[in-house]
C-alpha cells in the first residue's frame, strides 16, 4: 500500500508565494477531494507535486512511501508511481500516441516484459471503456484533440500506466454528462486498495459518481478546512462564503 | 487504422541491438599514415602528380588541369556561410591510405579494416547490401558486388578503378551531368578528385537491396573529393546509399564530392545519403540528377554534423513526366550552419516535384533552405510542392528560407509551405511527467516532428537516424 505525505510544503513561481504550508496524506485506498475557489493554488499543488520546473519548492517535503520527491524530477516521480492528469494536456505534434504510451509503460515498468501486440490489445480495451476511438493510436498526442478527448486521454494513460498515487485536476472540467459517467466509470474500475486518489475539481457531480472519503478545501495557498463529503454539498450550495466567515 | 506491429516491433528490437553495439561516436581517429601523399597546397604541379600516381589515360589529365585553371578563376562564393575558414594553402588534396584495392575484407590493412568494422560496415554488407564500397581518404580501399548482380552486367567499384576498366563508358558521363564549370567547389573536385563509386545497371535490371559506398575521413586538415556516377540504364532500378563520416580535429577538413546520376527512360533511382561528419569538416558537395522521359528520381538525405554544410541536391527533369523527389532532414547543432536545400529544373511537360526538408537546430546552430524550383517554358502542366519545417531547440537557435521560383510555364502548379516550431517547457514537462527522460522527451518530439518523413524512406535509414539523431541530441545537456 502507497501513501503521499506533503508535509509544511512552501511553493512559488518566480517571487510569488502559492503554496503556503500545506500538509495532507493520502493513502493507498483513500479517495480525497481537494476543492477551492480560483486561484486557491489547487492546480499549482498538482504541478508542484508532478516537478513543474516553473515552481520552487522552498521548504518541506513531498513523500511517496518514504522516498523525497522534493528535487527529484518530474520522471522520477512518475517511476516512484506518482501520476498527474493535467487540466490543460499539451498537444505533441508528431509523436504518435501509441509509441508515446508503449515508451512511457517501458520508462515506468522496466522490468514488465510485454510484447507490443498484448500492449496494443490492453490499449485498444481501454480506448474503448474511456470512448477513444481505436484510430487515435495513430495520432499525435492531444493534437487537433477536443477538451473532452483530452480528458479522455489522461485517464487511459492512468490505467496504462497503473500508477500508485492518482492527482486528477478537474478532470470533470469540458466532459458532458455522458462522458462523465464513463470517465468516472473507469476511475471507478481502477480504483483498489492500492492506489490513493486526489480528485481537484470545483463541482460536486463528480464526487457524487466517486464519493471521497476526505474532503479538503484550500483557499491561498493553505489548506483551511477538512471534513466529510458534505462539505462539497454545502460548497455546491452556498459557494465559498460561509468557510471564509468561518 | 492497424498499427504495423512486426514494424514496431523490429525498429524497437534493432534500436536495442544498436543501443547493445556502444558505438556511440565516430570521432575517433586512427594513428595511420598514407602510404602517399601530395603534401599541402594545390598547384599545377600537384594536379599532375595525382594523375600521374593514378596512371590515367589523357584525357583525364587534361580535365583535370582544365578544372583546375577554372577552379583558380572562380571566387569563394559569399552568398552564403562565411567560408573564409578554409585554409587552401595547409590542405592535403591527396592522401593514399594504401596501394592496394581489394575485394576481400580480410586483405584490407588492419588498421583500416578495424575502423570499418567499428563503423559496421562489413556486417551491414553482409546482411542488407547488394554490393559495397569502403573509401578511406583519397582511395577507395574495398569493393565488392554480389556474383548475380555482376553476371547481370551490373557494375559497381570505386571511379578510379572504372576510369581504368572501362574507360569509354565513364567517359560518356564524366561531368556531363555536373560539368566543372558549375562552381568553384566542382571545379575544385574536377582537378583533385579521387575515389567515389561508379556504378551502372544495365537495361531492364531491377535490384532489389541497395548498393553502398562508406567514405571515411581521418586525415587532419585533409580534403575528401571523391566523384561519383550513377547510371541507371531504360527501365532500370536500383538504390544507392552513402554514408559518410570523419573524426573531429582542431584543423579543419574540406569534403567537396560531385555525384551525378543518370536515370534514363522508364528507370528509377533511389539515392540515400546519411552524412554525419565532425565538426571540423567543411562539406562543399554539387550533387545532381538527370531524369528523362516516365523515369523517378528520389535524393534522401540526412545531414548531421560538419562545420559548415552547402548542399542542394538538383534534379533536371528532361523527359515528358519524369518525377523527382527530395527528402532531406538536416540537424544543425552547436556551431554548425547547414545551408541546405534542393532544386527542381522542369524542361519537360507533365513532369513533376516534390521537396520536404525539415531542419532542426540545436544552441547556437543556424538551418537555412535555400530552394530553387524552375519551369521552362513548354513544360506544360508541370507540378511542384515543396515544404519547409524548422524546430529550433534553444533560444538562441536559428532558422532561415529562402526558396526561389522561376516559373515561365503558365500551367505549371506549384506550392510552398512553411512553418517553425520550438520545443517547449510544457510539452516537455507532460512528456517527463509520464516518465521519459529530458533526453527522451526531447529526442521524443524531434523524431515526432521528422515522423511524416521517415514514414517514407527506408526502414535501414530510419533506424540508423533515429540513432543518430538520439545520439546528437544526447550530446547537449538541458535542452528546452
Known amino acids: ?246 | 487504422m492497424e498499427i504495423d506491429y512486426r514494424k514496431d516491433e523490429e525498429l524497437e528490437k534493432l534500436l536495442k541491438e544498436l543501443k547493445e553495439i556502444k558505438q556511440n561516436d565516430y570521432e575517433f581517429h586512427d594513428n595511420l599514415k598514407p602510404v602517399y601523399t601530395t603534401g599541402t597546397g594545390l598547384n599545377r604541379s600537384t594536379v599532375e602528380e595525382i594523375s600521374e600516381i593514378k596512371k590515367e589515360p589523357e584525357w583525364m589529365r587534361r580535365l583535370r588541369l582544365k578544372a583546375l585553371e577554372i577552379f583558380q578563376s572562380k571566387p569563394v562564393p559569399t552568398w552564403g556561410p562565411d567560408l573564409s575558414g578554409i585554409d587552401w594553402e595547409n590542405t592535403s588534396y591527396y592522401n593514399r591510405p594504401d596501394e592496394r584495392r581489394v575485394n576481400d575484407w580480410n586483405e584490407v590493412p588492419d588498421q583500416i579494416k578495424q575502423t570499418f568494422q567499428k563503423l559496421g560496415i562489413p556486417e551491414i554488407e553482409q546482411k542488407y547490401l547488394a554490393g559495397s564500397v569502403a573509401q578511406y581518404d583519397s582511395e577507395g580501399v574495398y569493393h565488392n558486388l554480389k556474383k548475380v548482380w555482376e553476371d547481370k552486367g551490373v557494375v559497381f567499384m570505386d571511379l578510379d578503378s572504372a576510369v581504368q576498366k572501362y574507360p569509354d563508358l565513364v567517359k560518356e558521363y564524366y561531368c556531363k551531368a555536373v560539368p566543372v564549370t558549375d562552381n568553384k567547389f566542382a571545379a575544385l573536385n574536377g582537378a583533385v578528385w579521387s575515389g567515389g563509386s561508379f556504378l551502372y545497371v544495365p537495361k531492364g535490371v531491377q535490384i532489389d537491396m541497395p548498393l553502398q559506398t562508406y567514405f571515411r575521413m581521418n586525415g587532419e586538415a585533409t580534403g575528401q573529393f571523391e566523384h561519383t556516377i550513377v547510371i541507371a540504364d531504360e527501365g532500370s532500378k536500383v538504390h544507392y546509399i552513402e554514408g559518410c563520416t570523419a573524426p573531429r580535429y582542431d584543423r579543419d577538413s574540406l569534403h567537396s564530392a560531385i555525384v551525378e546520376i543518370y536515370v534514363k527512360k522508364n528507370a528509377k533511382a533511389r539515392y540515400t545519403s546519411v552524412q554525419n561528419w565532425s565538426k571540423s569538416v567543411y562539406n562543399m558537395p554539387t550533387k545532381r540528377a538527370w531524369v528523362d522521359e516516365h523515369a523517378q528520381m528520389e535524393w534522401v538525405g540526412g545531414s548531421l554534423g560538419s562545420k559548415v554544410t552547402m548542399l542542394y541536391p538538383s534534379s533536371y527533369l528532361r523527359g515528358a513526366y519524369a518525377t523527382a523527389s527530395n527528402l532531406n532532414i538536416a540537424l544543425a547543432g552547436a556551431g554548425t550552419y547547414k545551408d541546405t536545400g534542393a532544386k527542381a529544373l522542369h524542361f519537360a511537360p507533365y513532369t513533376s516535384s516534390r521537396i520536404v526538408a525539415k531542419s532542426i537546430s540545436i544552441e547556437d546552430g543556424k538551418a537555412v533552405y535555400r530552394g530553387l524550383l524552375r519551369v521552362n517554358k513548354g513544360a506544360i502542366n508541370s507540378k511542384s510542392k515543396v515544404q519547409c519545417d524548422a524546430l529550433l531547440i534553444n533560444d538562441e537557435s536559428s532558422s532561415f528560407t529562402y526558396p526561389h521560383d522561376e516559373i515561365y510555364e503558365p500551367t505549371a502548379t506549384f506550392s510552398h509551405e512553411a512553418s517553425v516550431g520550438k520545443i517547449g517547457t510544457e510539452e516537455l514537462t507532460y512528456l517527463r511527467s509520464r516518465g521519459l527522460s529530458e533526453d527522451e522527451a526531447s529526442s521524443m518530439i524531434v523524431l515526432g516532428f521528422l515522423d511524416d518523413v521517415m514514414r517514407e524512406i527506408p526502414m535501414e535509414f530510419a533506424v540508423e537516424m533515429n540513432r543518430l539523431i538520439k545520439l546528437e541530441m544526447s550530446k547537449y545537456g538541458a535542452v528546452g
Do not use: C
Open chain 1, 1 to 246: 500500500m502507497s501513501v503521499l505525505e506533503i508535509k509544511n510544503l512552501y511553493a512559488r513561481v518566480e517571487d510569488k508565494e502559492l503554496i503556503n504550508d500545506l500538509s495532507l496524506t493520502v493513502r493507498g485506498g483513500e479517495i480525497h477531494a481537494l476543492m477551492g475557489p480560483n486561484g486557491a493554488g489547487k492546480s499549482t499543488l498538482g504541478y508542484v507535486l508532478m516537478g513543474h520546473p516553473n515552481y520552487t519548492v522552498t521548504s518541506g517535503s513531498i513523500r511517496i512511501d518514504g522516498k523525497e520527491l522534493v528535487g527529484t524530477t518530474p520522471e522520477e516521480r512518475a517511476k516512484n508511481g506518482l501520476f498527474l492528469a493535467f487540466q490543460n494536456p499539451v498537444a505533441v505534434q508528431g509523436v504518435k500516441l501509441s509509441t508515446f504510451l508503449r515508451t512511457a509503460y517501458n520508462q515506468v515498468h522496466p522490468n514488465e516484459k510485454m510484447s507490443i501486440q498484448d500492449f496494443y490489445d490492453r490499449v485498444k480495451l481501454h480506448m474503448k471503456r474511456v470512448g477513444l476511438e481505436e484510430s487515435f493510436i495513430s495520432r499525435s498526442v492531444n493534437d487537433g484533440f477536443s477538451g473532452g478527448e483530452r480528458k479522455r486521454f489522461e485517464i487511459l494513460q492512468m490505467i496504462i500506466l497503473r500508477p500508485k498515487i492518482v492527482v486528477l485536476d478537474e478532470i470533470d472540467s469540458g466532459l458532458d454528462v455522458d462522458a462523465l459517467k464513463m470517465v468516472s466509470e473507469e476511475i471507478k474500475e481502477y480504483y483498489s486498495q492500492d492506489v490513493g486518489f486526489l480528485i481537484i475539481t470545483h463541482y460536486q457531480r463528480i464526487l457524487k459518481n466517486i464519493e471521497p472519503q476526505f474532503v479538503h478545501v484550500m483557499m491561498n495557498g493553505k489548506m483551511i478546512m477538512e471534513g466529510s463529503n458534505d462539505i462539497s454539498l454545502k460548497i455546491e450550495e452556498q459557494g465559498y462564503d460561509w468557510i471564509r466567515g468561518a
